[in-house]
């Protein structure tokens, strides 16, 4: 609750809104098919209020936000309102009031975008603008032929070729519906669950709170999609809890921002990025899920031997069977999700629902458990904090990734639109020789330059957009080409200058962020190397059509990795960690050749 302004007609104000975005989400599952130049604006008009209002930083921002937030919603019910006219109009504008709309909209969307995550995206996306409005004077091959501003504008405004794209058809249908998802379950006791299940399962090992804050952030973070979001909350537990067995202070918040970032490649939520990658690809979620759980695995797996190579190191000692929860609490809480992942799991694989279907009965599931706690008691006071925490927290999540996603889909219209997709494509050909892993490390660099500045689903629908087709026109399955982008674009996370779980961590702890970094690339060597070794090895994304073949080369890299990550850490002396760093990278990369 502490979420809500202050004062009782505020908050009971924005309580409803964000009851009443829920519950448009929620409708637009159960009510069958609605027309796209309607859902979409109307999840436009809900959203800006969270971000332009509620999430203004004074009162002057508060102010011009409202004035704003009334313009944009204005035009985008204007817009869900003339559906059916502008249908017809085949994205072309007609008179001034429907380029003023078109103009509103698009400085809206910027403006809510650069509220929500600051400036490098909506300048990204409004050098996109000027390039559509103005590229006709460029010389040379990266010029166009123009295009006449009531149709360039139009067909990113009143068609579904720009904000209501089927990028924006993602975020209202999918992505939306699994945020509210994680809202309930993160409101009830499912968090504690993450926590209780992770410290009984691997608390009394070796390094066993650096192993607990592993798996519970891999948990917690397969529902959040957010490593900043992980680090605040798990960290809030595992760092101190750490700190007290005697770990190094570099070493626990390493250990915090390289087990959260893991948490947006986990299955089976993964965050955003999945679901648009069911809309760029094609491929079903669940084919997307199965694909990905492999390489999931095996980047956690790199991170437990490095810590196992750390506690060797710094004879770190398990958790105190005292601190340990009792194996009732372990049991109760971890129906809290349980139940929920069951229910979603059920709807998704046995009953052949689609994923959105099936998340929107887990959110009822996990609503349920919001009446009761873990000692199995129904407070009433306590059941509707939980209720208003996961509406607002639901609500601000959801406005947050749609102002994202609009303004993305900016950019993907003005490619779409003026040719430039391919231009950049034929560029990165050149640039590489026409050769597959020259193409791969220029896309790598591109994804870690530009996830620097932006979210990892933001970074990954922007390079993968112009990055994308060259990777598959040099031999790389579609589905391979996007998770290998996927994966670099959250390479920021823990990489310098720019990483931001790490400078979170390094935060909550009091350290140094540079040493935290440098502690967090080793533990993570899997972020960089896996992406390298889906390509090198493809049989490891084909789990749901070759079982055998996955498992062998999943084996086969896991190998690599062993050998790489306890050289990097466990090997103290030079040569040693030369030759196992060298072996494990010919391993990881033996699958060219066998």
Known sequence: MDMLPKGRVHAAFWLLLATALVGYHLALIFSGLVPNLVSRPLHMAFILPFILVLGASGPASRISGAIIAALGVAAALWIALNADRLGDQYGFLEGN????????????????????????????????????????????????SGTPINSFLGTLTIAEGGIWGSLTGVSVGVVSIFVIFGAVLNAGEAGQGFMNVAAAFAGRLKGGAAKVSVISSALFGSISGSASANVASTG??????????????????????????????????????????????????????????????????AVWVGINAYARRFDLKGV?????????????????FLVPFTVLLWGM????????????????????????????????????ARFASAVITAARQVSMIAAIILCASIIIGVLSITGLGVKVTSLILEGAGGLLWPSLLLTALACLILGMEVPTTAAYVICVSVAGPALTQLGLEPLQAHL????????????????????????????????????????????????????????????????????????????????????LIGARRPVPTVLMVVGGLCVVFSGLYF
């Open 484 to 567: 290998f982008v996927f994966w670099f674009a959250l390479l920021s996370t823990i990489t310098p200058p720019v990483c931001g779980a790490v400078f979170i961590a390094a935060g909550m702890i009091g350290e140094n962020w540079l040493k935290v970094a440098l502690t967090a690339m080793a533990l993570g060597i899997g972020l960089y190397i896996i992406p390298l070794g889906m390509v090198a090895n493809p049989d490891m994304l084909r789990l749901a059509e070759a079982p055998v073949a996955a498992l062998i080369a999943t084996v086969r890299v896991a190998l690599g990795l062993t050998l790489l990550s306890y050289g």
């Open 236 to 301: 809030a537990i595992t760092l101190p809890a750490m700190t007290k067995l005697g770990y190094p202070k570099r070493l626990a918040a390493a250990v915090e921002a390289v087990a959260s970032s893991g948490g947006q490649i986990m299955p089976p939520l993964m965050g955003a990025g999945a679901f648009v990658m069911v809309e760029l690809t094609g491929v079903p979620y669940t084919a997307i899920m199965a694909a990905a759980v492999l390489p999931a695995f095996l980047y956690f797996l």
């Open 349 to 384: 694989f046995w009953a052949q629902f689609t994923p959105e279907y099936a998340a929107a009965l887990a959110i009822l599931a996990g609503a349920l458990l919001l009446f009761v706690n873990g000692n199995l008691q129904c407070k009433r006071e306590q059941v509707a």
């Open 97 to 144: 009031f429907q380029v003023a709309v078109a103009v509103v909209l698009l400085g809206v969307t910027l403006e809510a975008a650069r509220r929500a995550i600051g400036w490098p995206l909506p300048l990204v996306a409004a050098s996109a603008l000027l390039y559509g409005l103005f590229g006709q004077y460029i010389p040379g091959q990266f010029g166009h």
């Open 320 to 336: 105190d069977a005292a601190d340990r929860p009792a194996s009732r609490d372990v049991i109760i809480t971890s129906l809290f």
